[in-house]
């Protein structure tokens, strides 16, 4: 099986928009695993070739599009505790969140910062493919969770922001 590197990125890009959360490609030359949350079940781990046997031959390198290590670190939607009052954004998808554009340019939002629902304030990464984050909700930026250019998981909180509706200072909840 002969794919280019559009080949697998338009792969990537079906999984992405599916329901899917692993998907794994195998054939004679071709070994492609696919996580969307850090996870990829034990007997699906490649079996290694013993020392001394040539590895098949490969149209496109075995890629792995995982961290569990990141799993571990990065606490999903249901464990993340979110401040009263305040709305999280969260990643759409596994990557590498970059603040900003380029590299030494102006970040696209900072803590303070007015969004509405389609201001993007930052972008994901995977493989060279970047999808802008839009805020989805209108307010003002109160915390950002994490660092330029660090790997995040589907569902993590990226920014905490107070909604427009969120309630006063001495005003009761809704």
């Known amino acids: 099986?002969?794919?280019?590197?559009?080949d697998v990125l338009e792969i990537l890009k079906l999984i992405?928009?599916?329901?899917?959360?692993?998907?794994?490609?195998q054939s004679a030359d071709l070994n492609l695993t696919v996580s969307k949350g850090g996870y990829i079940p034990a007997d699906s781990q490649p079996a290694r070739a013993p020392a001394g046997d040539?590895?098949?031959?490969?149209s496109v390198p075995t890629e792995e599009v995982s961290n569990p290590a990141a799993a571990e670190a990065t606490p999903l939607p249901e464990d993340l505790p979110v401040p009263d009052g305040l709305v999280a954004i969260?990643?759409?998808?596994?990557?590498?969140?970059?603040?900003?554009s380029e590299p030494g340019a102006d970040p696209f939002v900072e803590v303070g910062a007015r969004v509405e629902a389609d201001t993007t304030v930052g972008l994901v990464e995977v493989m060279k493919v970047f999808t802008s984050v839009p805020a989805g909700t209108k307010g003002i930026i109160a915390e950002i969770k994490v660092a330029n250019a660090q790997f995040v998981e589907k569902g993590a909180a990226l920014f905490f922001v107070t909604p427009d509706d969120a309630p006063s200072a001495g005003e009761p909840a809704p």
């Open 1 to 6: 099986m002969d794919l280019t590197e559009d």
């Open 54 to 58: 040539a590895a098949p031959r490969a």
């Open 90 to 100: 969260a990643a759409p998808m596994v990557g590498t969140f970059y603040r900003c």
């Open 16 to 25: 992405e928009q599916s329901h899917f959360d692993y998907f794994r490609l």
